[in-house]
């Protein structure tokens, strides 16, 4: 925040002096955070991404969530999806550096957001605000339907609103996974309802090309960080 003085009142008293009266107000200024930028990205791993329906085993490998009317889903079941970064990988213009989980650092700020996403039909009027959970778990698989959400870990809301933002501060969740030697940091995005059972798609599909399979750079983590 920067102060600044803003004139209030301009007085002439009079002896035909000026006055000025001033009263502090505060404009938010956009400053970058503190630390360099360790830029990474979601995995694209098969093994670590992908959808479930949150009712029954099932699995796919898209990256979407909301309701998912198709013969695959005859009660209009509602789909879930899982993704995974990996806090040891090296981003690719730091070659140079340490990777977070192999250095030792101080974590100033970690947002994880995407600008990869379409949205059908209308599933924030129908369905709620999308969440963000963080899970754990070693392969995807269908047997996910049912996770619980990691106990002490992050929830959000990751959007709201078809035009976003799509976005969590997570640095609480990244400090306490580098804290904890736990190198995968993984979520899943599920909206508030299942269906709203009108036979339309009302879904967000995470996806630079093919819809249907595990991309990377999709999600992105920005982290602000400082070797120690
Ligand atoms: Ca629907
Ligand atoms: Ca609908």
């Not at 030792?104 to 990869?116: E, N, V």
């Amino acid at each position: 925040m920067r102060l600044i003085l803003v004139p209030l009142l301009v007085a002439c008293s009079g002896d035909g002096t000026t006055t000025t009266q001033t009263t502090p107000t505060t404009t938010p200024v956009e400053t970058e955070p503190e630390g360099e930028l360790y830029a990474l990205t979601n995995t694209g791993n098969r093994n670590r991404e992908g959808h479930t329906a949150r009712s029954f085993p099932y699995e796919g490998g898209g990256v979407f969530a909301g309701d998912e009317p198709d013969n695959l889903f005859p009660s209009n079941d509602g789909v879930q999806a899982f993704f995974t970064i990996n806090l040891k990988a090296t981003p690719e213009d730091r070659k140079d550096k340490e990777n977070l989980f192999d250095g030792d650092f101080t974590i100033h700020q970690a947002l994880l957001s995407t600008r990869q996403v379409e949205v059908r039909g209308t599933p924030f009027e129908d369905l709620g605000a999308l969440n963000l959970h963080e899970v754990q778990f070693d392969q995807f698989s269908r047997e996910l339907w049912d996770l619980e959400p990691l106990e002490g870990g992050l929830s959000c809301v990751f959007a709201d609103h078809r035009d976003g933002p799509f976005e969590c501060d997570v640095t609480e969740a990244v400090r306490r996974s580098l804290r904890d030697e736990q190198r995968l940091l993984q979520f899943r995005l599920s909206f508030d309802g299942l269906s709203d059972a009108d036979g339309q798609r009302d879904m967000a599909l995470f996806y630079r090309s093919d819809v249907n399979a595990t991309e990377d750079d999709i999600f992105d983590l920005d982290v602000y960080a400082t070797p120690r």
